[in-house]
């Protein structure tokens, strides 16, 4: 299909691509299909470079200041971050061009990017990551207050100045609804599957087990909410009762060195290796290797309604997992998963233990979740709300429903 008259910007915050997942398929899926796809990005670890052209996608990268932690270091990183990406559309639309900007939040105020382009004709799409609102009350435990009211609000605006937006999940869907007062017409399930030739079936490395008979695996970012002090609680728990599992924590993320403290205070430097951010290679060398991966997201307001890539990944490789009972998470895994009671790390040492002792088990689990994905979740399938979307967009069926 010839789609080289739509021109698509997209503007990530949080994550440089092509290390962010779901939108680099989204870009990549929409260069194959014939449109001009533009991306804006911070810099990040390999990718450093300002300007560079990859799988017919257009990336545009800015320097950006890390967030140490409280409200004023992201009120810092946004400010900054508006202004560069700013800079960067200006420069964009007058070398290639684009008809629509698809956000990608947090935070939830690409909006305001967006709107500088709209009495070009320039309309924006919103591709709703993280529910901001959860998200703050995960870091700063707070549900009230002029910082958290403003979520909300970044939020409605958000929603009230968007064509139409793609969501990952129902839960999000029924947010933009009741929260963001969209017409659900205009709310796009676009799940972010997992790529089956990515995420490859190999043979297991036995040398990262250190001599350990089993490896439990965990991939994600490292970070306070992701609940990885519930994991390293966990080896701990079992390491008392059998010292027989090596734990792989392949991810990177402000929480890491922390987590690395934790894990020597607790006595784990001989069963847990921490990799850092890790390319793909050496990612698949720990999952292939994981006779278990474990979810360890903890049970909060945003978790719960949140679908993790870490989830659908594991099941790609067919691997059985462990995770506390989240609605989301139990709808992604479903039998590939074994749930404990949320937010108890012993009881997801007995879960994980119950796995390691039982192959067929690990056997059973681990083909119902890939056949789920190659079935119903994998990228093949679900790419499918991003072109239809984008095809309704450009086609102007949203201009003849009622905004």
């Known amino acids: 299909m010839d789609n080289n008259g ?10 440089p691509v092509p290390f962010d997942t779901r939108v680099w398929q989204e870009a990549t899926t929409l260069a194959a299909n014939g449109y001009t796809v533009s991306v804006i990005c911070p810099k990040g670890k ?7 052209t990859l799988q017919g996608v257009h990336i545009f990268r800015h320097d950006l200041p890390e967030a140490k932690g409280g409200a004023l270091a992201y009120f810092q990183e946004y400010t900054s971050a508006l202004r560069e990406e700013l800079k960067l559309a200006r420069k964009v639309y007058r070398e290639i061009g684009f008809d629509v900007i698809h956000g990608c939040n947090p935070p939830d105020d690409i909006y305001l990017v967006a709107g500088r382009f709209r009495k070009y004709g320039v309309r924006y799409v919103f ?26 609000y970044l939020e409605r605006q958000t929603y009230r100045h968007c064509t139409f937006a793609f969501v990952t999940n129902e839960s999000y ?46 991939l994600g970012v490292i970070g306070k ?11 701990r728990i079992i390491k008392e009762r059998e010292d027989s599992v090596q734990w792989g924590i392949v991810g990177g993320g402000p929480y890491l060195e922390t987590a690395r403290k934790h894990a020597h205070e ?4 001989d069963c847990v290796t921490f990799t850092g951010r890790a390319p793909d290679d050496e990612m698949l060398d720990y999952l292939n290797t994981s006779d278990v991966c474990v979810n360890c997201d903890e049970y909060n307001a945003m978790n719960d309604k949140s679908t993790m890539n870490k989830v659908m990944e594991y099941m790609a490789l067919a691997k059985p997992i462990v995770q506390f009972d989240l609605t989301e998470g139990r709808y992604s895994a479903r039998e590939a998963s074994l749930y404990a009671r949320n937010n108890d790390a012993a009881d997801m040492a007995e879960k994980i233990l119950t796995l390691l002792h039982d192959p067929g088990m690990r056997k059973r689990m681990g083909d119902f979740g890939r ?7 994998s990228w093949e399938h ?13 086609s102007g069926a949203f201009d003849r429903t009622k905004a």
């Open 382 to 394: 679900t790419s499918k709300a991003l072109l239809e979307g984008y095809e309704k967009f450009f």
């Open 127 to 152: 591709d709703h990551h993280d529910i901001c609102p959860e998200l703050f009350e995960a870091k700063f435990g707070k549900t009230s207050g002029l910082l958290y009211r403003g979520q909300l």
């Open 173 to 218: 869907k029924q947010i933009a609804i009741t929260r963001g007062g969209m017409d659900p017409e205009r709310v796009i399930v676009l799940r972010s599957g997992p790529k089956l030739e990515r995420m490859k079936i190999e043979p297991p490395k036995e040398e990262l087990k250190k001599g350990h008979p089993y490896m439990v695996g965990y």
């Open 225 to 235: 909410q992701e609940g990885v002090d519930y994991l390293l609680e966990a080896a």
């Open 46 to 52: 390999n990718c450093t470079e300002e300007e560079e």
């Open 266 to 269: 607790m006595g784990l430097d």
């Open 371 to 377: 056949d789920r994905v190659i079935r119903e979740l």
């Open 6 to 15: 739509r021109k698509i910007l997209i503007i990530v915050e949080n994550l």
